[in-house]
């Protein structure tokens, strides 16, 4: 079973950038597809994007994409997500998921970090 812990959260201004880390123990993450979601206030959960999901896929949720780049180191213990010119609308807080069977950010993910918050001031 993996552990996950989200780090590199924090206050940025708009037009700036972020970088998040998602560290697994326990094992890694050969076997999981990998999956960043964040809540706002008030919001339902959000999927943001996905890696090594279906055969291998990236996915990005459309208000992210061309602005947020999702990675994973070598030794597939740590996945990143690179978030640049970041708008007021990102602020949320930001979870790691994984899951054996996932295929997309539309699944059900069974492991899950617990949250580090972004926040972007106008």
């Known amino acids: 079973e993996v552990q996950l812990v989200e780090s590199g959260g924090g206050l940025v201004q708009a037009g700036g950038s972020l970088r998040l880390s998602c560290t697994a123990s326990?094992?890694?993450?050969?076997?999981?597809?990998i999956a960043w979601f964040r809540q706002a206030p008030g919001k339902e959960r959000e999927g943001v994007s996905c890696?090594?999901?279906?055969?291998?896929?990236?996915y990005y949720a459309d208000s992210v994409k061309g602005r947020f780049t999702i990675s994973i180191d070598s030794g597939k213990t740590t996945v990143y997500l690179h978030m640049n010119s970041l708008k007021p609308e990102d602020t949320a807080v930001y979870y790691c998921?994984?899951?054996?069977?996932?295929?997309?950010?539309?699944?059900?993910?069974?492991?899950w970090g617990q949250g580090t918050q972004v926040t972007v001031s106008s």
């Open positions: 998921a994984a899951d054996e069977w996932a295929t997309d950010l539309r699944d059900e993910y069974d492991y």
């Open positions: 326990g094992s890694t993450f050969d076997d999981y597809s």
């Open positions: 890696i090594n999901c279906s055969d291998g896929a990236t």
